[in-house]
C-alpha cells in the first residue's frame, strides 16, 4: 500500500486531483452508488429554483462518461494530456496551470448554455487537448489507433468530428465550447505561434496563496525558465561543444590537430618512463 501511495504521489498535483475526481465521481454513478441526478448541472435548478431538477435517464444516457473502454480511454488521455502541460509548459507551475483550469471551467459552462449541456467533461476533455496540441514543439505528430499519423495540432478537430460520428450534430455541438475556451486560453495566456505573449497573460498568474499551496517555483514573470518569456513550448539547443587543440603528438581530429568534446588533459603515460 504504501508503494501505491509513493506512486500516486508523484503525480503533478493539479493531474492527479483531476484525474482522481473523473474517476471517483464517474465509478460512483457507474457502481450506482451515486446517483446521477446529483452531477448534473442545470441551470434553473441552481439559479432560481436552488433544487436539483429531475431528468429522464435517455438525457443521462450518453453524458456521463460511459462505461468499459470507452472510460479507460477517456481517463488515459486526460491524465496523459494534464500530465504532459504540468511537467512541460507548466512545469513548476502547477498553481497557475490550476488557476487557468479553474477560468477555463467557467468559460465552458457559460458558454455551454445555448446548447444546454448537463454534464461537461467532454469539453473539458477537447479545451485541455486544444491546448497541449498548439503548445506541442513544432512538427509534433501524433496516431489514431496507430493506423494514421497526423499533426498534433489536429487532435482537437478529429475529437470534434468522432463526437459528430459517434454522437451527432448534439454531440459535436455540446463539445465544441471546449475547442472555443481552448483557442482562448491558448491564445490569451500564451500568444499566437509567432512567440508573441498573449494579451492576457497576467491575468494568468494564480493567487498568491494557491500558488503556495501547489509549490509553484517559477520567476516573478509567471514563466518557469527565465527564457522561456513567449508562447508555446521552446526547445533548448544543448550547449555548444568545447573545441580544443589536441596535444601535440595526440590523435586529433584532421590534420588541424584538433579535436571536439572536452579537454581532460594529457594525461600520463603507464609504465617506465
Not at 454522437?167 to 512567440?195: C, F, I, N, R
Request: glycine share 14%.
Amino acid at each position: 500500500m504504501d508503494k501505491i501511495l509513493a506512486e500516486l504521489d508523484k503525480i503533478p498535483s493539479v493531474t492527479r486531483f483531476l484525474t482522481g475526481s473523473h474517476i471517483g465521481i464517474t465509478g460512483a454513478v457507474l457502481m450506482n452508488s451515486l446517483s446521477p441526478y446529483r452531477v448534473l448541472y442545470v441551470a434553473k435548478a441552481v439559479f432560481r429554483e436552488l433544487s436539483v431538477a429531475k431528468t429522464s435517464m435517455s438525457d443521462i444516457d450518453g453524458l456521463l462518461s460511459g462505461g468499459g473502454i470507452n472510460f479507460i480511454f477517456e481517463i488515459a488521455m486526460l491524465y496523459r494530456t494534464m500530465d504532459g502541460l504540468e511537467t512541460g509548459p507548466y512545469a513548476r507551475k502547477s498553481g497557475d496551470l490550476a488557476w487557468q483550469l479553474l477560468v477555463a471551467c467557467a468559460a465552458i459552462v457559460a458558454t455551454s448554455y445555448p446548447v444546454k449541456s448537463f454534464l461537461f467533461f467532454r469539453p473539458l476533455l477537447l479545451c485541455v487537448t486544444y491546448v497541449s496540441s498548439y503548445l506541442a514543439p513544432p512538427g509534433s505528430q501524433t496516431s489514431l489507433f496507430g493506423l494514421i499519423t497526423f499533426p498534433v495540432k489536429y487532435m482537437p478537430y478529429m475529437m470534434l468530428g468522432f463526437d459528430l460520428l459517434m454522437g451527432g450534430p448534439q454531440a459535436a455541438a455540446q463539445s465544441l465550447p471546449g475547442a472555443l475556451v481552448g483557442h482562448l486560453w491558448w491564445w490569451g495566456v500564451w500568444g499566437d505561434q509567432a512567440g508573441r505573449p498573449g494579451p492576457y497573460a497576467h491575468y494568468g498568474r494564480a493567487p498568491r496563496w494557491l500558488a503556495q499551496r501547489l509549490g509553484d517555483t517559477s520567476g516573478p514573470g509567471g514563466q518557469a525558465n527565465a527564457g522561456n518569456a513567449g508562447g508555446g513550448v521552446h526547445v533548448v539547443p544543448p550547449r555548444t561543444r568545447i573545441n580544443t587543440n589536441a596535444p601535440a603528438g595526440g590523435s586529433g581530429s584532421g590534420s588541424s590537430g584538433s579535436s571536439t568534446g572536452h579537454s581532460w588533459g594529457s594525461g600520463q603515460r603507464l609504465g617506465n618512463s
